[in-house]
């Protein structure tokens, strides 16, 4: 009476296992293991359409198949093909993915498809290979002719000024022989680096090229200075062919060029000043009247970081003053212009508030002071009189050795700007602890005969037990070069030109390296390249220093060698 339920529940439960073991299987080539090592192993190629380095292929369709499961990963932004074509559409389905091109392919030309990190296994993310044992980005190269092309370039692109590899940079080769332009034109072959900087670029046909590398902001495949896009190049034409089919070690070097020259933007009255707004900082300016008797109704300065001039007027002129401006920027770049400055005269009711006058004192190495007083007083106007005899100074806290600070034929000790808006002052003091600066509030008069107000300012010396020392000798026959302190992070602690002893004094605890430009236009600071001329920037050499650059307080670096 009970066998044929027996037999219902007995098959019912043989197809509830049969369909789990299904479910179970159909799932694992999807779903991570809930335990067990972590997955490593790459999707590897079992299949490609066309096959690699294969000839003749006519067709408009790429296919790989996998040996599991994938997904695209940033695919459009990873995969580089050359020559350049983006106009197709591709499809990810399980193991395969298909790519098909919506116009035909060029003929007799060798296509070259980079994927790098393109396609990725469904679980941990590992990029897909060719095969276990090689350790390259995934590639795919065939012809559309009977010959593909074998030539190859490789390298690492670095930072100019750093020596650091770069990652993520376009590097691009053109025909010698051909009008494409770096800056018009996108490359016939191109790649970018890797995490570590380095690139290869492989199926190149036999001739000769010039190589590029650019920062390549706006993802173009084109030069672009105005977005501010750093660029490297070997000055030295590439030519490949039957002795050479194979150029690799390159270091290119990257940097900034910047030829523009400064420029106004704009410009207005604003009360008793007239403003120049600039396109780029300076370094120095001369506004000239171009009615010579007119020079002495202005005096003009640099604010805001360079990047404006302030123009004063000093007998309340309200006619149009036609005048030159010279502008020169950080980078050596030059410009003229023509202007016309025209102060507004104040209506009856408009009150006129006057910039106020004052003034910073800066020791010039930081907080403290060395051994003797170097210091810089920068002003918010230009100076038209000064006092010496009402700048006093204090020793030690010790009120008997009150004097004043400089005299007026102590030249060897002070020196102007050429616009009277800084004062640099380096006097030796036999000070032990700190010096007390007295400034009378007339010290100073500024151009609008303002006075600059009373300043009492306390400089402390530098405790030698809290610092160390760099030194050594450099040896070399370039005669001109600048021999530079950088710290761990690259930047720029002291310099000091074509000197062949050195010390670097007063230094916190740290790690340090020498950074040395070779300075071959004598202008005493480091060029760019220029890659409309294929001049190469300024060569910099980079030298690690004893005990691996690392200093302590109370602890000297001696006998350091830079040979060059």
Not at 251 to 272: A, M, Q
Not at 463 to 481: A, L, M, R, W
Request: aromatic share 10%; glycine share 4%.
């Amino acid at each position: 009476m009970n066998s044929r339920p027996k037999s219902s529940l007995l098959l019912l439960a043989v197809l509830i296992l049969i369909v789990n073991h299904a479910l179970f299987y159909r799932c694992a080539n999807r779903m991570a293991p809930t335990g067990g090592p972590k997955d490593s192993i790459p999707p590897l190629v079992i299949k490609a359409i066309p096959p690699h380095q294969s000839l003749n292929y006519k067709g408009n369709i790429i296919v790989l198949e996998f040996n599991e499961w994938i997904k695209e990963k940033d695919f459009n932004e990873e995969l580089l093909i050359t020559p350049p074509n983006k106009d197709f559409t591709h499809k990810v389905s399980k193991t395969r993915i298909e790519i098909n091109f919506l116009k035909p392919l060029l003929e007799n030309t060798t296509y070259s498809l980079n994927f790098r990190a393109a396609i990725v296994d469904i679980t941990e993310g590992n990029v897909a290979r060719w095969d276990t044992i090689q350790q390259e980005g995934l590639k795919l190269a065939f012809s559309t002719g009977n010959h593909i092309d074998s030539m190859r370039v490789s390298g690492k692109v670095v930072s100019a000024l750093t020596n650091q590899p770069l990652k993520e940079i376009l590097v691009s080769l053109y025909k010698t022989d051909d009008t494409l332009r770096i800056d018009k034109h996108t490359p016939y072959y191109f790649t970018r680096t890797d995490e570590a900087g380095y690139f290869q670029i492989d199926n190149i046909k036999d001739g000769s090229y010039e190589i590029f590398a650019i920062k390549d902001y706006t993802e173009n495949l084109i030069y672009e200075e105005t977005e501010n896009e750093s660029i490297g190049f070997i000055a030295d034409t590439l030519t490949f062919g039957d002795t050479l089919s194979h150029i690799h070690d390159l270091v290119i070097k990257l940097n900034k060029e910047d030829f523009t020259p400064p420029s106004e933007v704009r410009s207005g009255s604003l009360g008793e000043v007239y403003e120049i707004d600039l396109s780029k900082g300076l370094i120095d300016f001369e506004l000239t009247t171009l009615d010579s008797t007119q020079n002495n109704l202005i005096a003009a300065n640099l604010v805001g970081k360079g990047q404006q001039i302030r123009v004063y007027n000093l007998q309340n002129v309200f006619d149009t003053i036609p005048a030159l401006l010279y502008m020169l920027d950080s980078l050596g770049n030059s410009a003229e212009q023509d202007i016309k400055i025209l102060f507004k005269e104040a209506g009856k009711k408009q009150k006129i508030t006057r910039l106020p006058f004052n003034f910073e004192v800066n020791p010039s190495t930081g907080k403290e002071l060395e051994e003797d007083l170097k210091i810089t007083i920068r002003f918010s106007k230009p100076v038209s009189s000064y006092d010496f005899d009402k700048i006093k100074y204090i020793l030690d806290e010790d009120s008997t050795t009150l004097a004043p600070l400089l005299r007026i034929d102590s030249t060897q000790e002070y020196q102007w700007d050429t616009k009277f808006t800084q004062l640099s002052i380096d006097k030796k003091l036999p000070f032990k602890n700190n010096i007390q600066l007295l400034f009378d509030s007339t010290a100073f008069m500024s151009i609008q005969q303002d006075s600059s107000g009373f300043l009492n300012k306390k400089l402390t010396k530098k405790d030698p037990s809290n610092f160390g020392t760099i030194s050594g000798e450099v040896k070399t026959e370039i005669p001109h070069f600048v021999l530079q302190l950088i710290d761990d992070k690259n930047n720029l602690i002291a310099e000091k030109l074509n000197v062949k002893k050195f010390e670097f004094a007063y230094l916190p605890a740290g790690t340090y390296s020498i950074r040395v430009i070779i300075d071959s236009n004598q202008n005493g600071r480091w060029d760019s390249s220029n890659y409309a001329q294929r001049t190469p920037p300024e060569e910099i050499l980079f030298f690690s220093l004893p005990n691996e650059g690392k200093l302590r307080e109370r602890w000297d670096i001696q006998n350091a060698v830079i040979e060059f």
